[in-house]
C-alpha cells in the first residue's frame, strides 16, 4: 500500500482543515487507517484510527470531540476533518496502514509522507 496524504495548511486558531490520504494497492479496503501527528523535537503520536469497514474508530484524548475520521473505500481514500483546532495541533500529520485497528505506532506497516498543519493563535 503506497499512501499520500495532503491537505494542511495554516489556520487560525478555531477554524478547521480536512485532511485526505490516497492509497493506492488493493488491500485499502481490508486494511485498518490511521493518523499520527509529530510536533517540533516530539515523538509521533496517535491521533485517530478506523477499521476497514470504518464501522469502529479510536481517537486521542487530545482530539475527541474536536477531530472525525472517516473513510471512502470506493475511492481508497481516508480523511481527517478537524475542527476547533488549537496551536498545540500544530504538528506534521502522518496517515498510515495496517492489519487491524490500533491507538499505535507499532500496529501499522505502511505511512504516508506527512503534511504540515499550522495553527496561529
Known amino acids: 500500500v503506497q499512501l499520500q496524504a495532503s491537505g494542511g495548511g495554516l489556520v487560525q486558531a478555531g477554524g478547521s482543515l480536512r485532511l485526505s490520504c490516497a492509497a493506492s494497492?488493493?488491500?485499502?479496503?481490508?486494511?485498518?487507517m490511521g493518523w499520527f501527528r509529530q510536533a517540533p523535537g516530539k515523538e509521533r503520536e496517535f491521533v485517530a484510527a478506523?477499521?476497514?469497514?470504518?464501522?469502529?474508530?479510536y481517537y486521542a484524548d487530545s482530539v475527541k470531540g474536536r477531530f472525525t475520521i472517516s473513510r471512502d473505500n470506493a475511492k481508497n481514500t481516508v480523511y481527517l476533518q478537524m475542527n476547533s483546532l488549537k496551536p498545540e495541533d500544530t504538528a506534521v500529520y502522518y496517515c498510515?496502514?495496517?492489519?487491524?485497528?490500533?491507538?499505535?505506532?507499532?500496529?501499522?506497516?505502511?505511512w504516508g509522507q506527512g503534511t504540515q498543519v499550522t495553527v496561529s493563535s
Open positions: 494497492g488493493r488491500t485499502f479496503s481490508s486494511s485498518a
Open positions: 498510515a496502514a495496517g492489519p487491524r485497528l490500533a491507538p499505535r505506532r507499532a500496529g501499522y506497516d505502511y
Open positions: 478506523t477499521s476497514w469497514s470504518g464501522a469502529t474508530t
